[in-house]
């Protein structure tokens, strides 16, 4: 998926987002009391990432926070927007499919049955993904970037960390907003929320809709070029049956299409492979397709959550039944004009349902001045797979055309089903592969805080999970002209079982108040072993599970009258048997997972919210975040990848049986070292109402998307500029916004596809100038 760079945000926005920097300006200055109109970044923000509501700068986790109102300003309206706001968490794309890397944890496996490092939760509930997916966030309360592993709270998988999505709960007031933006390249936006109370004190609901499209940013010069658009809606039900009992029902639906990270400028034409096909002499969003890239997604999520505060515990359950389809998945895979490959998800289904009991101690819990406790259940099923994914190469495509060793290719299929007495596959043959993973797992978890005098609080947690997973249909066919299929393969593979404990340990030092605090850590969280779901030539191979230890030291500070916030982090990261993917021809052109090896990254944080004069010139707002980490593997003897000179696959999974290479001190992939933002905010009291200015930069100075660490196969250094006045006019409610994003029309690799046909470059979003008006009602 082209992941949408929405930076034309608001300094005041951002810097509410930065960690804890927005809940750290609690404290209004005495101005605003009097009347007087102070920037809107002075706000506190509460979360829960422990399960609990807390003010984000008393919790022992290095936090990313963003309310509604900065988030809207920001112009953010996906998950994936948050790249550019929250140093070192970066979002990129692998054949459609979302990547997010969390101070250097992340996978780049990224098919069903390889779960991400970086799970995304909305109101207590694991998203999917697929191909082309579309996480516009609509109307939020809030978003949290949980920075660090999180196996205790959040479960498998969050090694990197999570992002927990919060939306608005049902109140008692009728109350709303509208949102309508336009911009360049056809960009036509709108959201509304609308809160309904429908029995008073009893019963109200929220509804939430919105629709997103516009140009794609992309041409294809002999051919169609998929539409660009998300829409979707969501309505919650909350029912006050008593003062300590509510029950609130939710259900959205949600619809995408895009290039869904499947549209690629061929710049580098293999050169013994990709010899016969034309080069794109320079990426320039320009594509010569014989058939049309992208991926349509289809989504549903229902859940319940019953809240019953009793005396002594309050108990909370959790459950939901969510879909997701790609109806559409289709890519070129040779990225020309010339008819040889196409990839084509005939049947792409996720499918999952999860269930979690939560108690937690409140202030009539015995000894609750002393210990605050949460301890819970959980389980979770889901089903993910291709039913089938066809490979298309097209009649004599490999033998006609002057490709190099296009005859051995052809060979290669030939040999496939050689067991058949099939012959001649090579001069036009359709491969269809299947291959549906069951997973399903259960666990228990509990953390505690005990404070151990007035200036010390020790916290303690762990998860037991018990998880099996089953590779289902696992078969690969060819089919005839006629509609027939011959099976090539057909496995039938043991099941995978696991037991994970998943330890938690925090100290806090609050060495001369409340507002300053001083926290060190070590955390344990693990990725479920798994199955390569695809599989044309070999069986379906384990991989084995992966393990994340984190260890870190932590500052968190309001100073100056609260009128700085300052908080900073050192940590130190061991991740074992690193889950790692790789495509090439010989898998069917989609991943194939690996285990890679082990790896370390040391790295430092920082960022800062700041009023410089709060009384000579309270509007005024400074703020920036950086991170830097330092990254390395410290075993992958079996390295795979593409070699420079020859373009040909090297490794297992390659299409030529050649040696693999070791790694051992390259840069983890799709991991800066350093990335930062800064920017500043100024709110002029102007009237009934308030004039806003703002801009900001965000520098990444690149990484790899590839483990040999080829500056072929990379994206980059460069620097974004961003910027936007408001009026704002409070009787009304009115804010009326004109923005500017990548202002000096910055160009990089937003994703380096690198496949047997060579090196395939998408790039980021151009410069977008456009205006939008918020109305609340």
């Given at each position: 998926m082209t992941i949408r760079k929405r930076t034309s945000l608001s300094l005041a926005i951002i810097a509410a987002g930065l960690s804890a920097s927005i809940a750290a300006s609690a404290q209004v200055p005495e101005e605003a009391a009097s009347g007087k109109r102070t920037n809107r970044l002075l706000e506190e923000v509460v979360v829960t990432a422990q399960k609990r509501e807390e003010n984000v700068q008393d919790v022992p986790i290095a936090i990313t926070a963003f309310s509604n109102e900065k988030l809207d300003a920001f112009g953010i309206e996906s998950a994936q927007d948050l790249e550019t706001i929250t140093p070192g968490f970066t979002v990129t794309s692998a054949a459609g499919f979302n990547v997010a890397y969390l101070r250097g944890v992340g996978t780049d496996a990224f098919l069903p049955g390889a779960d991400p490092s970086v799970p995304f939760y909305l109101d207590g509930v694991a998203l999917l993904g697929a191909q082309g997916s579309s996480d516009t966030l609509g109307r939020v309360e809030r978003v949290e970037v949980l920075k660090g592993p999180q196996g205790t709270l959040f479960g498998r998988n969050a090694t990197g960390g999570a992002i927990n999505i919060v939306t608005p709960e049902p109140g008692e007031e009728f109350l709303g907003d509208l949102k309508l933006e336009f911009a360049d390249y056809g960009e036509r936006n709108a959201q509304i929320y609308v809160n309904v109370p429908l029995v008073e004190n009893k019963l109200a609901a929220t509804f939430t809709a919105f629709t997103n499209e516009r140009d794609n940013y992309y041409t294809n010069d002999v051919g169609e070029v998929i539409d660009v658009y998300a829409r979707g809606g969501r309505l919650k039900l909350r029912w006050d049956i008593t003062d300590d009992l509510a029950i609130i029902l939710a259900g959205s639906k949600q619809e995408a299409a895009n290039n869904g990270g499947l549209a690629f400028e061929l710049t580098r034409p293999a050169p013994v492979l990709g010899a016969a096909l034309p080069k794109d002499p320079k990426a320039d969003r320009h594509?010569?397709?014989?058939?049309?890239?992208?991926?349509?997604?289809?989504?549903?999520?229902?859940?319940?959550?019953?809240?019953?505060?009793?005396?002594?515990?309050?108990?909370?359950?959790?459950?939901?039944?969510?879909?997701?389809?790609?109806?559409?998945?289709?890519?070129?895979?040779?990225?020309?004009?010339?008819?040889?490959?196409?990839?084509?998800?005939?049947?792409?289904?996720?499918?999952?349902?999860?269930?979690?009991?939560?108690?937690?101690?409140?202030?009539?819990?015995?000894?609750?001045?002393?210990?605050?406790?949460?301890?819970?259940?959980?389980?979770?099923?889901?089903?993910?797979?291709?039913?089938?994914?066809?490979?298309?190469?097209?009649?004599?495509?490999?033998?006609?055309?002057?490709?190099?060793?296009?005859?051995?290719l052809s060979g290669l299929?030939?040999?496939?089903?050689?067991?058949?007495?099939?012959?001649?596959?090579?001069?036009?043959?359709?491969?269809?592969?299947?291959?549906?993973?069951?997973?399903?797992?259960?666990?228990?978890?509990?953390?505690?805080?005990?404070?151990?005098?007035?200036?010390?609080?020790?916290?303690?947690?762990?998860?037991?999970?018990?998880?099996?997973?089953?590779?289902?249909?696992?078969?690969?066919?060819?089919?005839?002209?006629?509609?027939?299929?011959?099976?090539?393969?057909?496995?039938?593979?043991?099941?995978?079982?696991?037991?994970?404990?998943?330890?938690?340990?925090?100290?806090?030092?609050?060495?001369?108040?409340?507002?300053?605090?001083?926290?060190?850590?070590?955390?344990?969280?693990?990725?479920?072993?798994?199955?390569?779901?695809?599989?044309?030539?070999?069986?379906?191979?384990?991989?084995?599970?992966?393990?994340?230890?984190?260890?870190?030291?932590?500052?968190?500070?309001?100073?100056?009258?609260?009128?700085?916030?300052?908080?900073?982090?050192?940590?130190?990261?061991?991740?074992?048997?690193?889950?790692?993917?790789?495509?090439?021809?010989?898998?069917?052109?989609?991943?194939?997972?690996?285990?890679?090896?082990?790896?370390?990254?040391?790295?430092?944080?920082?960022?800062?919210?700041?009023?410089?004069?709060?009384?000579?010139?309270?509007?005024?707002?400074?703020?920036?975040?950086?991170?830097?980490?330092?990254?390395?593997?410290?075993?992958?003897?079996?390295?795979?990848?593409?070699?420079?000179?020859?373009?040909?696959?090297?490794?297992?999974?390659?299409?030529?049986?050649?040696?693999?290479?070791?790694?051992?001190?390259?840069?983890?992939?799709?991991?800066?070292?350093?990335t930062y933002t800064f920017g500043l905010n100024q709110s002029i009291p102007l009237g009934d109402g308030a004039l806003e200015f703002g801009a900001d930069l965000y520098y990444n100075d690149g990484f790899y998307f590839l483990p040999q660490n080829s500056d072929l196969y990379a994206r980059e250094s460069y620097t974004l500029y961003n910027a936007r006045v408001s009026y704002i006019y409070d009787p009304w409610g009115v804010r009326l916004t004109v923005f500017g994003e990548n202002i000096t029309d910055t160009e990089y690799n937003e994703v380096v596809f690198v496949d047997d046909f060579g090196r395939n470059q998408s790039l980021n979003s151009p410069k977008v100038v456009g205006a939008r008006v918020n109305w609340e009602f």
């Amino acid at each position: 998926m082209t992941i949408r760079k929405r930076t034309s945000l608001s300094l005041a926005i951002i810097a509410a987002g930065l960690s804890a920097s927005i809940a750290a300006s609690a404290q209004v200055p005495e101005e605003a009391a009097s009347g007087k109109r102070t920037n809107r970044l002075l706000e506190e923000v509460v979360v829960t990432a422990q399960k609990r509501e807390e003010n984000v700068q008393d919790v022992p986790i290095a936090i990313t926070a963003f309310s509604n109102e900065k988030l809207d300003a920001f112009g953010i309206e996906s998950a994936q927007d948050l790249e550019t706001i929250t140093p070192g968490f970066t979002v990129t794309s692998a054949a459609g499919f979302n990547v997010a890397y969390l101070r250097g944890v992340g996978t780049d496996a990224f098919l069903p049955g390889a779960d991400p490092s970086v799970p995304f939760y909305l109101d207590g509930v694991a998203l999917l993904g697929a191909q082309g997916s579309s996480d516009t966030l609509g109307r939020v309360e809030r978003v949290e970037v949980l920075k660090g592993p999180q196996g205790t709270l959040f479960g498998r998988n969050a090694t990197g960390g999570a992002i927990n999505i919060v939306t608005p709960e049902p109140g008692e007031e009728f109350l709303g907003d509208l949102k309508l933006e336009f911009a360049d390249y056809g960009e036509r936006n709108a959201q509304i929320y609308v809160n309904v109370p429908l029995v008073e004190n009893k019963l109200a609901a929220t509804f939430t809709a919105f629709t997103n499209e516009r140009d794609n940013y992309y041409t294809n010069d002999v051919g169609e070029v998929i539409d660009v658009y998300a829409r979707g809606g969501r309505l919650k039900l909350r029912w006050d049956i008593t003062d300590d009992l509510a029950i609130i029902l939710a259900g959205s639906k949600q619809e995408a299409a895009n290039n869904g990270g499947l549209a690629f400028e061929l710049t580098r034409p293999a050169p013994v492979l990709g010899a016969a096909l034309p080069k794109d002499p320079k990426a320039d969003r320009h594509v010569s397709f014989d058939s049309m890239a992208g991926a349509e997604t289809e989504s549903e999520l229902y859940s319940v959550t019953i809240d019953w505060r009793l005396s002594g515990v309050d108990v909370k359950f959790i459950g939901s039944d969510q879909e997701l389809s790609a109806p559409f998945v289709r890519a070129d895979f040779d990225k020309s004009a010339l008819p040889i490959i196409n990839i084509e998800s005939i049947v792409q289904l996720a499918l999952q349902k999860t269930a979690e009991l939560q108690f937690l101690s409140n202030a009539e819990t015995p000894f609750s001045e002393y210990f605050e406790w949460v301890a819970g259940l959980y389980y979770i099923e889901s089903s993910g797979g291709f039913d089938p994914i066809a490979f298309d190469v097209l009649p004599s495509a490999l033998t006609s055309l002057p490709i190099p060793l296009g005859g051995e290719l052809s060979g290669l299929l030939n040999d496939v089903s050689s067991l058949l007495g099939l012959q001649n596959l090579g001069d036009g043959v359709r491969v269809l592969a299947y291959g549906v993973l069951d997973s399903e797992a259960y666990s228990a978890y509990m953390q505690g805080t005990l404070k151990l005098g007035d200036n010390w609080d020790l916290t303690l947690g762990a998860r037991y999970q018990e998880e099996k997973r089953n590779l289902l249909n696992a078969k690969a066919e060819v089919a005839g002209q006629d509609g027939s299929t011959l099976t090539i393969r057909e496995d039938k593979v043991p099941e995978l079982r696991a037991e994970q404990m998943s330890p938690k340990i925090a100290l806090q030092w609050r060495p001369f108040d409340d507002d300053t605090q001083i926290y060190a850590s070590w955390a344990r969280a693990f990725k479920s072993p798994t199955y390569n779901t695809v599989n044309l030539l070999d069986s379906p191979e384990e991989v084995e599970e992966e393990r994340v230890d984190s260890y870190e030291l932590g500052f968190k500070s309001q100073l100056f009258d609260q009128n700085l916030t300052l908080n900073a982090a050192l940590f130190y990261i061991e991740q074992e048997n690193l889950l790692t993917g790789f495509v090439a021809l010989a898998s069917g052109g989609v991943v194939n997972y690996a285990n890679a090896g082990n790896s370390e990254i040391r790295g430092a944080e920082f960022d800062f919210l700041l009023s410089p004069m709060p009384n000579l010139n309270p509007g005024l707002v400074l703020f920036g975040a950086a991170s830097f980490l330092d990254s390395e593997y410290t075993e992958y003897k079996e390295g795979r990848g593409y070699d420079e000179d020859t373009g040909l696959a090297f490794g297992n999974g390659g299409t030529f049986p050649l040696p693999a290479r070791d790694f051992k001190g390259n840069r983890i992939v799709r991991t800066p070292e350093l990335t930062y933002t800064f920017g500043l905010n100024q709110s002029i009291p102007l009237g009934d109402g308030a004039l806003e200015f703002g801009a900001d930069l965000y520098y990444n100075d690149g990484f790899y998307f590839l483990p040999q660490n080829s500056d072929l196969y990379a994206r980059e250094s460069y620097t974004l500029y961003n910027a936007r006045v408001s009026y704002i006019y409070d009787p009304w409610g009115v804010r009326l916004t004109v923005f500017g994003e990548n202002i000096t029309d910055t160009e990089y690799n937003e994703v380096v596809f690198v496949d047997d046909f060579g090196r395939n470059q998408s790039l980021n979003s151009p410069k977008v100038v456009g205006a939008r008006v918020n109305w609340e009602f």
